[in-house]
């Protein structure tokens, strides 16, 4: 390696012999932003090969991003975020306990007074939240301005259970509200996946309540837990159903379930369209009555519809969004757009879109007044209109980042349903969490600016929230404000960026490199990569503080090494203050190969 980088970038410290005919390249746009469908030798010039703790500007140039900076510290048994009415909020069980100015405290307790263990989803309607929680058991139970939802609490909403499938659908759905769990059922089989890295034990339990004793709960390891890899076992649901039986399953000493098995599906998202709250359950779509989020088994406009039945892969539903005034109801495998009316009789599908969906309901968000951006499988994806139709078409504005959200969400295992996203007010960027990661979708189509940056704190961010148009992300116990109180707080983390080989589309011409001029704002690092075939092998050639542009003489960063292409790399000083990459000018002298 050492000899290799010899040989082809000599000491840029040797004096140079002045060139003639020296030629330049110049990349002044970075508006395709971080790119991994090709290779870094292929890329095309004005992407990224990596853009860490950056974010793409109106006019393409890099930036570092802004800090994740603390603002408040939670006590325990507190759950979630949400801004309403112009204030944060978080949640918990317990009474208040005291948290800081500035948060408010809804407690939302069980009527069996079981304890808090998660929150599902909060959503503002009519200035008020709609709050869903998880307790003890994995029990999950609705509220409207903190009290109980009647309708949801007695489980007449989704209807009673009534098979060892729809047992297994419930099961899937309460193990689902703890973050270290991620789990779905096919028949009677729950399939239950955890974190990479990560073992659990695992047992269930059934229990006679009715008149035939052969009820079972079988557990089975599918997968073991290693490097990377998360642990998968399964629980088959047997025997005779029966209303009275009992089952639990019990993770990592967590129990869920245990009470009769009656209880009808619970809904986990809440979204509201044209004066109603909707929700979804196992296969079903709710809707509340008109202007009343508490009334949903009675009361003018209250609807169920069986999704399963209008579209194959809808067993299972798993999101909300709003669409050009159309309601999106995700399954992870199928969209289906509807129509909602005052009158349910009006309700209609107005398209089907089949092997494509989300897992992770908190990555649905509205983008601008006519795209919906969400996670699936395969990356990230929205929905847009496509020209001259009126028809729903997939599009890839997650492509060029596909290789790394389809690595991230293997490596997130069972979390990757719980990764969640936000819209930045001021700038309109989609920032996308998953695991410890945050994706930026940057999108100025007036400066031909669309692409992605990554930020990269190490934070297990579980919340976004806005307030004020600043943007809010919790973390464990912490509540973290991005940009700090002055909204002019930078990275602390040193800010990356390394550039594809750069050829001048001169991929055959032996060159002689000359040197480099940057437009720049604040410190950045400046390293060389001159062997294609070892574009790690990297020299440093500068440690600039300014612009290097108006050399007579030629560029102010002289380079001496001789390839094909070269490739750029500017680390940043992560000092809390600004930097800036506008333009890079690479000096070269065409050589024969010879």
Same mark, same amino acid.
């Given at each position: 390696?050492?000899?290799?980088?010899?040989?082809?970038?000599?000491?840029?410290?040797?004096?140079?012999?002045?060139?003639?005919?020296?030629?330049?390249?110049?990349?002044?746009?970075?508006?395709?932003?971080?790119?991994?469908?090709?290779?870094?030798?292929?890329?095309?010039?004005?992407?990224?090969?990596?853009?860490?703790?950056?974010?793409?500007?109106?006019?393409?140039?890099?930036?570092?991003?802004?800090?994740?900076?603390?603002?408040?510290?939670?006590?325990?048994?507190?759950?979630?975020?949400?801004?309403?009415?112009?204030?944060?909020?978080?949640?918990?069980?317990?009474?208040?306990?005291?948290?800081?100015?500035?948060?408010?405290?809804?407690? +939302?307790?069980?009527?069996?007074?079981?304890?808090?263990?998660?929150?599902?989803?909060?959503?503002?309607?009519?200035?008020?939240?709609?709050?869903?929680?998880?307790?003890?058991?994995?029990?999950?139970?609705?509220?409207?301005?903190?009290?109980?939802?009647?309708?949801?609490?007695?489980?007449?909403?989704?209807?009673?259970?009534?098979?060892?499938?729809? +047992?297994?659908?419930?099961?899937?759905?309460?193990?689902?509200?703890?973050?270290?769990?991620?789990?779905?059922?096919?028949?009677?089989?729950?399939?239950?996946?955890?974190?990479?890295?990560?073992?659990?034990?695992?047992?269930?339990?059934?229990?006679?309540?009715?008149?035939?004793?052969?009820?079972?709960?079988?557990?089975?390891?599918?997968?073991?837990?290693?490097?990377?890899?998360?642990?998968?076992?399964?629980?088959?649901?047997?025997?005779?159903?029966?209303?009275?039986?009992?089952?639990?399953?019990? +993770?990592?000493?967590?129990?869920?379930?245990?009470?009769?098995?009656?209880?009808?599906?619970?809904?986990?998202?809440?979204?509201?369209?044209?004066?109603?709250?909707?929700?979804?359950?196992?296969?079903?779509?709710?809707?509340?009555?008109?202007?009343?989020?508490?009334?949903?088994?009675?009361?003018?406009?209250?609807?169920?519809?069986?999704?399963?039945?209008?579209?194959?892969?809808?067993?299972?539903?798993?999101?909300?969004?709003?669409?050009?005034?159309?309601?999106?109801?995700?399954?992870?495998?199928?969209?289906?757009?509807?129509?909602?009316?005052?009158?349910?009789?009006?309700?209609?599908?107005?398209?089907?879109?089949?092997?494509?969906?989300?897992?992770?309901?908190?990555?649905?968000?509205?983008?601008?007044?006519?795209?919906?951006?969400?996670?699936?499988?395969?990356?990230?994806?929205?929905?847009?209109?496509?020209?001259?139709?009126?028809?729903?078409?997939?599009?890839?504005?997650?492509?060029?980042?596909?290789?790394?959200?389809?690595?991230?969400?293997?490596?997130?295992?069972?979390?990757?349903?719980?990764?969640?996203?936000?819209?930045?007010?001021?700038?309109?960027?989609?920032?996308?969490?998953?695991?410890?990661?945050?994706?930026?979708?940057?999108?100025?189509?007036?400066?031909?600016?669309?692409?992605?940056?990554?930020?990269?704190?190490?934070?297990?961010?579980?919340?976004?929230?806005?307030?004020?148009?600043?943007?809010?992300?919790?973390?464990?116990?912490?509540?973290?404000?991005?940009?700090?109180?002055?909204?002019?707080?930078?990275?602390?983390?040193?800010?990356?960026?390394?550039?594809?080989?750069?050829?001048?589309?001169?991929?055959?011409?032996?060159?002689?490199?000359?040197?480099?001029?940057?437009?720049?704002?604040?410190?950045?690092?400046?390293?060389?990569?001159?062997?294609?075939?070892?574009?790690?092998?990297?020299?440093?050639?500068?440690?600039?503080?300014?612009?290097?542009?108006?050399?007579?003489?030629?560029?102010?960063?002289?380079?001496?090494?001789?390839?094909?292409?070269?490739?750029?790399?500017?680390?940043?000083?992560?000092?809390?203050?600004?930097?800036?990459?506008?333009?890079?000018?690479?000096?070269?002298?065409?050589?024969?190969?010879?």
């Amino acid at each position: 390696r050492a000899a290799r980088v010899a040989a082809r970038l000599k000491s840029s410290s040797l004096p140079r012999e002045p060139e003639a005919d020296v030629s330049y390249f110049v990349v002044e746009n970075f508006g395709h932003g971080l790119d991994r469908r090709k290779h870094i030798l292929s890329l095309p010039p004005g992407s990224l090969y990596v853009g860490r703790n950056v974010n793409i500007n109106r006019g393409g140039e890099i930036e570092t991003c802004k800090d994740f900076v603390l603002k408040y510290t939670l006590p325990a048994n507190t759950f979630g975020m949400i801004a309403a009415a112009g204030q944060l909020y978080a949640f918990g069980s317990v009474p208040d306990p005291g948290l800081p100015a500035g948060i408010q405290y809804q407690r +939302l307790q069980h009527p069996s007074g079981l304890a808090m263990t998660a929150m599902v989803w909060a959503y503002p309607i009519k200035g008020k939240i709609y709050a869903i929680a998880a307790f003890q058991g994995g029990f999950i139970t609705h509220f409207y301005n903190g009290s109980v939802v009647a309708d949801w609490q007695t489980g007449a909403v989704g209807g009673a259970i009534t098979s060892n499938a729809d +047992l297994a659908g419930r099961f899937a759905t309460i193990i689902n509200t703890d973050p270290r769990f991620s789990a779905t059922s096919s028949g009677t089989v729950v399939t239950i996946v955890g974190l990479p890295n990560a073992a659990f034990t695992i047992s269930a339990n059934a229990v006679n309540g009715g008149a035939t004793d052969d009820q079972t709960a079988t557990v089975a390891l599918v997968q073991a837990a290693a490097a990377g890899v998360p642990q998968i076992s399964t629980v088959t649901i047997g025997g005779t159903f029966e209303a009275a039986d009992t089952f639990s399953i019990v +993770l990592a000493g967590t129990a869920f379930g245990g009470a009769p098995s009656t209880q009808g599906e619970q809904g986990t998202v809440i979204i509201a369209l044209k004066g109603k709250a909707h929700s979804v359950a196992g296969p079903n779509l709710f809707g509340s009555a008109i202007d009343d989020p508490t009334e949903w088994n009675a009361g003018t406009g209250s609807f169920v519809i069986d999704m399963s039945s209008q579209a194959e892969g809808a067993e299972r539903l798993t999101a909300l969004g709003i669409f050009q005034n159309l309601l999106a109801i995700f399954a992870r495998n199928t969209i289906q757009l509807w129509a909602m009316d005052a009158d349910p009789a009006n309700n209609a599908v107005r398209q089907v879109l089949q092997n494509i969906g989300t897992m992770a309901p908190k990555t649905v968000k509205a983008f601008g007044d006519q795209d919906v951006f969400f996670l699936s499988d395969t990356g990230l994806r929205s929905l847009k209109t496509r020209l001259n139709s009126d028809t729903a078409a997939m599009s890839d504005i997650g492509s060029p980042v596909d290789p790394l959200i389809i690595a991230a969400i293997a490596a997130a295992g069972g979390g990757a349903s719980k990764a969640i996203g936000a819209i930045d007010p001021v700038d309109g960027r989609y920032l996308l969490h998953i695991g410890t990661v945050t994706y930026a979708f940057s999108f100025f189509p007036n400066g031909k600016v669309a692409g992605w940056s990554t930020y990269e704190f190490d934070l297990p961010i579980t919340d976004f929230a806005i307030v004020g148009q600043r943007v809010y992300a919790r973390a464990g116990d912490v509540i973290y404000l991005i940009g700090g109180d002055n909204n002019a707080v930078y990275t602390q983390r040193a800010p990356f960026v390394k550039l594809p080989f750069l050829s001048a589309r001169q991929i055959s011409t032996w060159k002689h490199f000359t040197g480099i001029d940057v437009i720049v704002d604040g410190e950045w690092t400046i390293k060389v990569a001159t062997d294609p075939n070892d574009p790690d092998v990297e020299e440093e050639v500068a440690h600039v503080t300014q612009s290097s542009v108006g050399n007579e003489e030629g560029p102010a960063i002289p380079v001496n090494g001789e390839s094909e292409m070269v490739s750029l790399s500017f680390t940043g000083e992560g000092d809390g203050t600004y930097a800036r990459l506008s333009t890079v000018v690479v000096h070269y002298e065409p050589r024969d190969a010879a």
